[in-house]
């Protein structure tokens, strides 16, 4: 079935791809880790929530791995509780998988540059 184009609420057909859609992530390895992460997308509610901390890194960062990264059974890879340890995880390793979310996440390598500079205090 196709949702109507006339402005009629979407099929149930339409809103179970819409909740599978959701679950559709991409493999990203961390070799320093040992470890392949499922990366999915944020949602627009998670997106909203994590804006309001876009100029705390401590706090943004983990908020967005702990949004998108998943373990190869589907079960997050991180919880809140990870929040303080990804907070002091090496930039060098965290960053790529940083980046890699947020470009699933459908920002751009503009909106990623004025992102970290302004987590740095830029301008």
Request: with cysteine.
């Amino acid at each position: 079935k196709k949702a109507a184009s006339n402005g009629n609420a979407p099929t149930g057909d339409l809103r179970d791809r819409i909740r599978e859609s959701a679950l559709q992530g991409s493999p990203f390895e961390v070799k320093a880790w040992g470890v392949t992460f499922d990366v999915r997308s944020l949602s627009i509610e998670d997106k909203d929530r994590l804006s309001d901390q876009s100029d705390d890194l401590k706090a943004f960062v983990p908020g967005v791995l702990i949004a998108t990264c998943f373990d190869q059974s589907g079960e997050p890879a991180f919880t809140e509780a990870d929040s303080e340890l990804l907070a002091k995880a090496p930039a060098g390793i965290v960053e790529p998988l940083l980046l890699h979310a947020l470009r699933k996440s459908g920002m751009s390598d503009d909106d990623l540059a004025e992102a970290i500079d302004e987590g740095k205090g830029g301008s």
